[in-house]
């Protein structure tokens, strides 16, 4: 007979790293901006490289229009990605990241000529409630390759330095009042990331 919950009790973590928690996700039923983070398997290869920055590109402008998910912003980091997405609802982000996630994984396991899996958990997700959230997840996630290597200038791994008419094939329009213009009441905005959405979101310039 089963005696309750046991200290200890439970599948065992397999790394070092923290794995993330399977507890259920913030429900929400309407538009709402989110920041994911995504991590792959410490075998996949450095994803700070262009063959595997052009695959992952490719899935997310596949994205495009699909599944209520639209991806504003994203950056790449070695081992792991960044995102800033509008979802229609909470079942839309996890249909939208399940396609992300496959589509990944699929292009992925073909540039590395390998099978099976790719992304070493579940992706995390924040939901973004109030201007100075999205600002401060805006900033983290445009930002980060500066905090990870010392990088200046103009990170090519990330959607900050796309040009308008590669943003439209490859990012969304987002629809919400936070991220069209309810952004610009942050308590603070840094002087680099307004020049970036002087005119709102980089999408519609």
Same mark, same amino acid.
């Given at each position: 007979?089963?005696?309750?919950?046991?200290?200890?009790?439970?599948?065992?973590?397999?790394?070092?790293?923290?794995?993330?928690?399977?507890?259920?996700?913030?429900?929400?039923?309407?538009?709402?901006?989110?920041?994911?983070?995504?991590?792959?398997?410490?075998?996949?290869?450095?994803?700070?490289?262009?063959?595997?920055?052009?695959?992952?590109?490719?899935?997310?402008?596949?994205?495009?229009?699909?599944?209520?998910?639209?991806?504003?912003?994203?950056?790449?980091?070695?081992?792991?990605?960044?995102?800033?997405?509008?979802?229609?609802?909470?079942?839309?982000?996890?249909?939208?990241?399940?396609? !992300?996630?496959?589509? /990944? *994984?699929?292009? #992925?396991?073909?540039?590395? &000529?390998?099978? =099976?899996?790719?992304? $070493? +958990?579940?992706?995390?997700?924040?939901?973004?409630?109030?201007?100075?959230? !999205?600002?401060?997840? /805006? *900033?983290?996630? #445009?930002?980060?390759?500066? &905090?990870?290597? =010392?990088?200046?200038? $103009? +990170?090519?791994?990330?959607?900050?330095?796309?040009?308008?008419?590669?943003?439209?094939?490859?990012?969304?329009?987002?629809?919400?009042?936070?991220?069209?213009?309810?952004?610009?009441?942050?308590?603070?905005?840094?002087?680099?990331?307004?020049?970036?959405?002087?005119?709102?979101?980089?999408?519609?310039?």
């Amino acid at each position: 007979m089963w005696g309750g919950r046991r200290r200890g009790a439970g599948r065992k973590p397999n790394r070092d790293r923290p794995m993330v928690s399977h507890k259920p996700r913030p429900h929400f039923g309407k538009p709402a901006a989110v920041h994911v983070t995504l991590r792959v398997a410490d075998h996949v290869w450095n994803l700070r490289s262009r063959r595997c920055f052009v695959a992952m590109e490719a899935c997310i402008a596949a994205m495009l229009g699909r599944f209520g998910l639209r991806i504003i912003e994203f950056t790449v980091l070695g081992n792991h990605l960044h995102l800033v997405v509008e979802a229609d609802s909470s079942e839309a982000l996890s249909r939208g990241m399940q396609g !992300l996630c496959i589509g /990944i *994984a699929k292009a #992925l396991n073909r540039l590395m &000529r390998k099978h =099976g899996r790719v992304l $070493a +958990d579940h992706y995390h997700s924040r939901l973004l409630s109030t201007p100075t959230e !999205l600002v401060n997840a /805006i *900033a983290y996630v #445009l930002g980060n390759a500066a &905090r990870h290597y =010392g990088d200046r200038g $103009a +990170d090519p791994f990330t959607s900050a330095t796309y040009a308008r008419d590669h943003r439209a094939r490859t990012l969304s329009r987002p629809c919400t009042w936070l991220l069209r213009s309810g952004w610009r009441r942050a308590r603070s905005v840094p002087q680099w990331l307004e020049s970036i959405w002087l005119d709102g979101p980089p999408t519609f310039r």
